[in-house]
């Protein structure tokens, strides 16, 4: 079945420094891509999504571009800030009928000042 | 716009209990699904509702259980509850028009913590 496999935390870095979380997928067709970040105490909330292949998701200084080849929706972001500091999900939507989200096992990043 | 929320907020219980979580959807959307996300894990699809009738199911056993009223508020109700049961509970609305993808809105969670 479909699946996402992101790196495994923590991830520390000093601010300002520059952010990759990877992030691959398996499955069938050709699902969209998003990254959520769950920061402590709080839901999800969508921070960018691709939803074909070469499409390049950004927001709030975070990029993720939808590689088909290497089935893979690195999330990137050139300088953080302590503020970023949170759990980031990489996740597919499963095809069909269903509106279903299949999603990594998130991957937490501190961020020292 | 009032954005999806959930009751309550936390939640004990104790092992054979029956626990009902509560979700309001988004103004103008139809659709619920449900998550469970364990402890340093990624949330798992339980089913979704939409326009009152449960379409799709997850890898979760019977006593999971769910509904969706007219307003398009949710209902997850868990019987005899087990201790793997102790979880964040997410609700998502979003507006499914059948053809494309519309974005999942998720609430803050309910956190059920089983003794």
């Known amino acids: 079945g479909d699946s996402v496999t992101q790196m495994e935390g923590p991830v520390t870095l000093s601010e300002e420094a520059f952010l990759t979380i990877n992030c691959t997928y398996t499955?069938?067709?050709?699902?969209?891509l998003f990254w959520y970040v769950q920061y402590p105490g709080e839901g999800l909330q969508l921070l960018l999504k691709a939803t074909k292949a070469d499409d390049k998701g950004s927001n709030k200084g975070f990029e993720a571009t939808y590689r088909k080849e290497t089935t893979s929706f690195h999330l990137e972001k050139g300088s953080v800030q302590v503020s970023d500091s949170a759990v980031y999900f990489c996740?597919?939507?499963?095809?069909?009928?269903?509106?279903?989200?299949?999603f990594g096992t998130g991957t937490l990043l501190a961020v020292q000042p | 716009e009032t954005g999806v929320t959930q009751s309550p907020t936390h939640l004990i219980k104790t092992r054979g209990q029956q626990v009902t979580l509560r979700c309001s959807s988004q103004?103008?959307?139809?659709?619920v699904s449900w998550y469970q996300q364990a402890l340093g894990q990624g949330p798992q699809f339980i089913f979704q509702?939409?326009?009152?009738?449960?379409?799709g199911r997850g890898n979760f056993p019977p006593r999971f259980s769910g509904l969706q009223f007219p307003n398009y508020s949710s209902e997850l109700n868990v019987n005899a509850l087990e201790l793997d049961d102790s979880a964040l509970y997410l609700c998502?609305?979003?507006?499914?028009?059948?053809?494309?993808?519309?974005?999942?809105?998720f609430g803050p969670g309910t956190r059920l913590t089983v003794l």
């Open positions: 509702y939409y326009r009152e009738e449960e379409n």
């Open positions: 996740a597919l939507l499963h095809g069909g009928a269903t509106n279903k989200l299949i």
């Open positions: 998502a609305s979003s507006s499914m028009d059948g053809t494309s993808y519309n974005e999942q809105f």
């Open positions: 499955a069938t067709g050709y699902p969209s």
């Open positions: 103004s103008g959307h139809n659709t």
